[in-house]
C-alpha cells in the first residue's frame, strides 16, 4: 500500500512557555519566517513549527493512556498523512501556509515528562520541524500535502 500523500491537520496546539505541554487552540496565524503567532517556541530559527502524527501518539498510550495533541509540545497534530517517508527540504502545503520541513527529530537536552513517566519520547526519532515559508491562518480539519 502507498504512503498517504496528504492528511488532515486534528489539531494546532500552542503554549506561552517553553518546556510546557501545549493546549489545543484549534487555530493559530503562522507568521512567515516566525512560526505560530503567541507561540514560545516562535522565532527565527529553523524549528518555527512543529508536528508529529497522531497515529505516532496512539503507540504511546498503551504506557500513557493520558496522552493527547501537544503531550510532546507539537504545534500540529496530523491524521492520515505519512510523514515518515519526509526528507529535509520537502515542502509542505498545511491549510493556506507553506511549510519547509528543516529538520526531522531532536535531540532531547532535558528530559520532557513523557520521557520521566515512560522512560520514551517520540520527538527525538518522529517529530518534524519547518520553517513556515508562507504563513497564513491554520486551523483543525485543514489538509496537509506534500507541495
Known amino acids: 500500500m502507498k504512503p498517504a500523500s496528504h492528511g488532515r491537520i486534528i489539531a494546532v496546539c500552542t503554549s506561552l512557555k517553553k518546556g510546557a505541554v501545549k493546549e489545543n487552540a484549534g487555530e493559530a496565524l503562522l507568521l512567515k519566517d516566525y512560526g505560530i503567532k503567541g507561540d514560545a517556541h516562535g522565532g527565527f530559527g529553523h524549528r518555527q513549527v512543529s508536528l508529529i502524527a497522531s497515529e505516532d501518539i496512539e503507540t504511546m498510550k498503551a504506557r500513557l493512556p493520558d496522552l493527547r495533541p501537544g503531550s510532546f509540545a507539537e504545534n500540529l497534530t496530523t491524521e492520515g498523512f505519512d510523514m515518515s517517508s519526509l526528507l529535509v527540504g520537502d515542502m509542505l502545503k498545511a491549510g ?37 515559508i508562507e504563513g497564513g491562518h491554520i486551523m483543525t480539519g485543514d489538509e496537509i500535502r506534500l507541495a
Open 96 to 132: 493556506e501556509c507553506l511549510l519547509e520541513v528543516s529538520q526531522i527529530g531532536k535531540e532531547c537536552h532535558a528530559k520532557c515528562e513523557v520521557f520521566r513517566l515512560s522512560g520514551e519520547c517520540i520527538m527525538p526519532e518522529k517529530g518534524i520541524f519547518c520553517r513556515v
